[in-house]
């Protein structure tokens, strides 16, 4: 089983849609969460850490389920330029980093 | 926010030739860096993390004596790639975290070098 997995896409919306993506990691001892944005060609770029409360930054939110081991990001009101790859990343140490990155899940944000 | 910058962006070179890259933190000091490469449609792989002034370690898989990390200075480290083949042909990104005191989870990452081993 894979670290850290999410559904690779791609999501093809319109404009203005909502669309959440989900991912899982398998290491329950796992200690800090974040989604990434990746463009064509182009290093990562962090988008939000993820909270188990769960947290808001305009139009996304992401939440975390430690029990399921799950992580979530929704996006409301797609613009085109949030066509992109969203990469889930699971901190696996504690104190000294050591991220995992999934796959990523590609969106599409069509006029 | 923290800026790090790589050199080369790309780089095409003969199998069989080494290759240095580097990684440069140029607004903060950066005790600890890390090295990833990532293959077409593939994820990021934490290839070793560099601390400043002793030697890197190495993810399982990662051979040191092909991929030779230097982290001399707390604004720079460097990868080598010896001998490189074919197969070494990745796009490789570095990142940085700040010192401790600050937001220690956060990494940036720098803009990539992507080599072609011809």
């Known amino acids: 089983r894979k670290e850290v997995e999410q559904d690779p896409g791609p999501f093809n919306v319109p404009e203005g849609a909502t669309v959440a993506f989900n991912c899982t990691y398998s290491?329950?001892?796992?200690?800090?969460f974040f989604w990434y944005r990746q463009d064509c060609r182009k290093e990562p770029k962090l988008l939000m850490s993820?909270?188990?409360s769960g947290n808001e930054d305009g139009r996304f939110t992401a939440q975390l389920n430690r029990a399921s081991q799950y992580i979530s990001l929704l996006i409301r009101d797609s613009k085109l330029s949030d066509s992109a790859t969203y990469l889930c990343?699971?901190?696996?140490?504690?104190?000294?980093?050591?991220?995992?990155f999934g796959t990523g899940t590609r969106l599409l944000v069509s006029p | 926010g923290a800026v790090v910058s790589q050199h080369p962006s790309w780089v095409i070179c003969k199998s069989g030739t080494s290759v240095k890259i580097e990684c440069r933190s140029l607004?903060?000091?950066?005790?600890?860096m890390f090295w990833y490469r990532q293959f077409p449609k593939q994820s990021l792989m934490l290839m070793a993390t560099?601390?400043?002034?002793?030697?890197?370690?190495?993810e399982q898989g990662v051979e040191k004596d092909k991929f030779l990390i230097n982290h001399a200075s707390l604004t720079l480290s460097t990868l080598t790639v010896t001998s490189a083949h074919p197969e070494d042909s990745s796009f490789y990104i570095c990142?940085?975290?700040?010192?401790?005191?600050?937001?220690?989870?956060?990494?940036?990452f720098g803009p990539g070098t992507r080599l072609t081993v011809l």
């Open positions: 990142s940085a975290t700040p010192p401790s005191g600050t937001s220690t989870d956060t990494q940036y």
């Open positions: 290491n329950s001892a796992s200690q800090s």
């Open positions: 993820v909270y188990s």
């Open positions: 990343v699971v901190n696996m140490r504690g104190g000294f980093q050591k991220l995992v």
């Open positions: 607004d903060f000091q950066a005790t600890t």
């Open positions: 560099s601390n400043e002034g002793s030697k890197a370690t190495y």
